[in-house]
C-alpha cells in the first residue's frame, strides 16, 4: 500500500516539483553514490525546512523512503493520515519515546530506506547550522549494520533560486568502530563522523556556488 501510495504522489507531482525546486543535484563521487540506491540504507541530511522532506522524496526517485517525521506533523489529522500513507514514521520527541528505532530496524532489515534529519529540528533564525546531531540515526546505523549516505541541501524552496543537493559517499559505521570502546563512545564517533561529513558537503556547495558566480 505505502509502495504504491508513494509512487502515485511521485508520478502525478514529478510536474509540480520540477517547476518548484527547480533542483541540481551535486555528487562527491558519483561512482560510488549517485541518486541510485541499492539494498538498506539511512539518508541523513541537514535540516532547513519541511519541504526537505519532498525535495529528497524525489531526488530519490527510484526507491520508498520511510522519513522518520517529528510528532508536530501529524497534530493535523488529515495530514497525519496522508504521512501514514506516505509510509511517514512516527517520532515523539517529547516522551523519549524510541519504539521508532525498533520499527525503523525493521524496515532496513527487508532492505529498505529510511530518511532522517540529525538536527531532530530546524534551526531557527538566531541558530548558525549545523545544530548538534542526536545521536539515534548512528545508533541505528551501527545497530542495524546499515550505511549512512550523507546529503546537504540549501533549502531554497519556493523562490527564483535552484534548490541544489550534495550526495555524499555512504558511510559505513563498522569502519568507525573500536572495540575497546563503549557503545556510547563508538556512537558518539559516528555521529561526529557524519556531521563532519555534511559539513564537507556544504563546503562543496559552497565551492560550487562561488564557481558559478
Not at 525535495?55 to 527510484?62: A, C, E, N
Not at 520527541?93 to 530496524?105: E, L, M, P
Request: proline residues 3%; charged residues 25%.
Amino acid at each position: 500500500m505505502i509502495f504504491l501510495f508513494t509512487y502515485f504522489v511521485k508520478f502525478t507531482g514529478w510536474l509540480a516539483y520540477l517547476i518548484v525546486f527547480k533542483t541540481k543535484v551535486i555528487y562527491q563521487n558519483r561512482n560510488i553514490q549517485g541518486r541510485r540506491i541499492k539494498g538498506k540504507a539511512i539518508i541523513a541530511s541537514n535540516h532547513t525546512a519541511v519541504s526537505d522532506y519532498i525535495l529528497y522524496l524525489f531526488v530519490f526517485f527510484w526507491r520508498t523512503l520511510r522519513y522518520q517525521m517529528a510528532e508536530v506533523l501529524f497534530k493535523n489529522k488529515l495530514l497525519g493520515f496522508f504521512l501514514k500513507l506516505m509510509g511517514g514514521i512516527y517520532v515523539n520527541r517529547d516522551n523519549h519515546d524510541f519504539s521508532f528505532i525498533d520499527k525503523c530496524q525493521k524496515i532496513l532489515a527487508k532492505g529498505g530506506v529510511i530518511g532522517a534529519f540529525p538536527e531532530s529540528r530546524i534551526p531557527k533564525k538566531e541558530e548558525t547550522p549545523l545544530l548538534e546531531f542526536k545521536p539515534s540515526i548512528s545508533y541505528l546505523s551501527l545497530l542495524s549494520n546499515t550505511k549512512i549516505i550523507p546529503c546537504y541541501t540549501n533549502g531554497r524552496y519556493f523562490t527564483k533560486d535552484r534548490a541544489y543537493v550534495v550526495i555524499g559517499e555512504p558511510i559505513n559505521p563498522l569502519d568507525y568502530v573500536d572495540e575497546k570502546l563503549s557503545e556510547k563512545e563508538n556512537i558518539d564517533i559516528i555521529n561526529s563522523v557524519l556531521k563532519k561529513h555534511i559539513e564537507e558537503l556544504r563546503e562543496i556547495y559552497e565551492r560550487n556556488k562561488e564557481e558559478k558566480k
